[in-house]
């Protein structure tokens, strides 16, 4: 689609780096020649999970960056990072210049379990952070996870990143030194004591979410045996199943395999399925140190099948305790509202379901569904922390094209050029009008050509170390390097 030469192309904000965020903003510069895309992240780097979220040892998934980069180089493209929206430049600023806000700034808080001892005891992590702290993200740099006092870990929660936190603990050391793994991290991998990794669910095999790549990867890690699923978890004929399912049965059924004959003790994991978390625990001789965590052991539903992978489970009277001392939540992300979301742009986020009330198609509504003119959202801001990076994808493509349908009448005679398509008006002059704005308020933005010599100096910091990249862990490294 063009525009009209004696009128200005629309101008766009959107809120957020990641996946979400650059493939709207593609969709949006294929399909609007016109257009003008400015992308505000809160810190000096762009890329979201696919920087910070990827397991090191699965540097195929961040090859979307690729992508992600020549949308960077775009000339219609703004990167305006180390400027984060709502939190420090208000979101009423933005609604000004912009014809289009689009809010793809993901889920950025973990589910908490909310038993006792969770908050009190040492030892006790969230994935997230854990993810976080090894992939450099600035704001868990400094976690420091307590992974020598003792063998036993245990990760509660039957998703990916569960999986990728059991692979990390169990991988040999100096195969992620050949990744992009920070070397702090590396380093304190490299004083572990843990020895045995259990997954705990709770819910069945068949209503697990973890992929079948994931469990091959941990099962095939060399010298690290896997404790095999009691077979009455699983059915005794899979033919009929559906082909994935068939196939996490018959992998998930593999004899165990016996402990390797290394110099070093064996690890070995092991997979834990129907087990309720009740409380975290500490011994009499470390109080304030996990040792143990209990279980109660839960059922399948009278109305639910075994086959169901949305099966529901119920509570049984049946306890155990299993040793630990590390244990990391993995039950899932949730986003919140940015400041500024209900009282300066009028949209409504429903907070049961850790989204932004949308129409579905992205577009961003108040609490009583009624279209907020302008205001749009995409990936898990706007339907969940669910899917991989190409329902990212699709669901960001869907948000795109109900943009461009709604920008389909700019260039009618009838709409004047202060006025926008979607039905709200703004000067359009996007960062141009917001750049004193947010200097006032300290906030010194960090370009597309700025971040590129970030990029080139941890490439080149990790290539002394043979590796593809050694991040800065802190803003304020970025940020020295860039003489600020």
């Keep these: 689609m063009s525009f009209g030469t004696s009128r200005r192309g629309p101008r766009l904000a959107v809120v957020g780096s990641g996946p979400a965020g650059f493939y709207t903003a593609s969709r949006i510069l294929s399909r609007l020649d016109d257009a003008v895309v400015d992308m505000y992240e809160s810190l000096p780097t762009p890329f979201g999970l696919t920087r910070y979220g990827v397991a090191p040892d699965h540097p195929e998934v961040k090859n979307c960056q690729d992508r ?11 990167f305006i990072g180390n400027v984060p929206v709502g939190h420090g430049l208000p979101l009423s600023t933005l609604r000004a210049h912009y ?5 793809s700034y993901g889920a950025s808080h973990d589910r908490r379990l909310h038993i006792p001892g969770e908050d009190s005891l040492s030892g006790i992590y969230s994935a997230r952070a854990f993810v976080g702290w090894y992939n450099g993200l600035p704001e868990y740099s400094s976690l420091a996870p307590k992974l020598s006092e003792g063998e036993e870990a245990l990760v509660i929660g039957n998703g990916n990143v569960a999986l990728d936190v059991a692979r990390t603990l169990l991988t040999d050391v100096d195969v992620l030194r050949k990744t992009d793994m920070t070397d702090y991290a590396v380093e304190t991998l490299s004083k572990s004591r843990i020895r045995r990794v259990t997954v705990v669910g709770r819910r069945g095999p068949l209503q697990a979410s973890f992929t079948i790549k994931e469990v091959r990867e941990l099962m095939d890690l060399p010298s690290v045996s896997f404790e095999h699923v009691p077979s009455e978890l699983l059915p005794t004929d899979p033919s009929n199943l559906p082909r ?8 998930l059924s593999r004899a165990p395999l016996p402990p390797p004959a290394t110099p070093d003790a064996p690890k070995e994991w092991a997979m834990r399925f129907f087990l309720s978390p009740t409380a975290f625990h500490s011994s009499p001789s470390q109080p304030s140190q996990l040792s143990e965590v209990s279980f109660s052991r839960t059922g399948l539903a009278p109305t639910s099948s075994p086959l169901d992978p949305s099966a529901a489970v119920t509570p049984t009277s049946e306890t155990l305790a299993l040793p630990a001392s590390v244990a990391f939540r993995s039950i899932g992300y949730r986003a919140s509202a940015l400041p500024g979301l209900s009282t300066d742009l009028g949209v409504a986020f429903d907070a049961q379901r850790g989204v932004i009330r949308n129409d579905g ?21 706007k339907r969940g922390p669910t899917g991989v990076i190409a329902s990212t994808m699709a669901d960001a493509f869907a948000t795109a094209d109900a943009v461009v ?3 389909s009448s700019w260039s009618s005679p009838s709409s004047p050029s202060s006025s926008s398509a979607t039905g709200h008006t703004s000067t359009g002059l996007g960062w141009d009008a917001v750049k004193e704005e947010a200097e006032r308020r ?3 933005r960090v370009s597309w050509g700025e971040w590129k010599a970030i990029d080139a100096a941890e490439r080149e910091r990790g290539a002394a170390r043979g590796k593809v990249r050694e991040k800065f862990a802190s803003v304020g490294e970025m940020l020295a390097l860039l003489d600020r």
């Excluded at 992600?68 to 703004?78: A, K, L, M, N």
């Excluded at 014809?99 to 809010?103: G, R, T, W, Y």
């Excluded at 994935?244 to 992998?251: G, Y």
């Design 68 to 78: 992600f980069t020549e949308v960077g180089d775009s000339p219609r493209f703004h």
């Design 99 to 103: 014809d289009a806000i689009i809010l």
């Design 244 to 251: 994935a399912q068939k196939r996490m049965v018959q992998l």
């Design 361 to 381: 198609l992205g577009r961003a509504t108040t609490a009583s569904d009624e279209l907020v003119p302008g205001v749009y959202t995409a990936g898990w801001a």
């Design 405 to 407: 349908a709604d920008l």
């Design 442 to 444: 300290g906030l010194w």
